[in-house]
């Protein structure tokens, strides 16, 4: 099974009229990210932007960033282990 971590500070209300208790709703980004097979990311908000990859090698599970809107450097990411995948368009 997969379990689904998602944070969305400005959507929050919307998805959990819409998806209900389907999904665990973190509190911000690292919550979302604890024990996670993978990151993604598919918004460039301004708090998305510089998250600390120290801290988020430390917790999650498998080090894999989807990153929808390319607005980390894939080759940086991979130099601290992680599998980096852009996706999107800046």
Do not use: C
């Amino acid at each position: 099974g997969v379990t689904v971590r998602t944070y969305d500070p400005a959507a929050i209300r919307e998805a959990q009229r819409v998806l209900g208790d389907v999904v665990y709703y973190a509190n911000d980004i690292y919550d979302a990210a604890l024990n996670a097979d993978a990151l993604i990311v598919p918004t460039e908000w301004k708090e998305f932007r510089l998250p600390n990859w120290e801290v988020l090698k430390k917790i999650m599970h498998r080090l894999v960033v989807i990153d929808g809107r390319n607005i980390y450097n894939g080759s940086e990411l991979a130099s601290l282990g992680f599998a980096y995948h852009g996706i999107g368009q800046k």
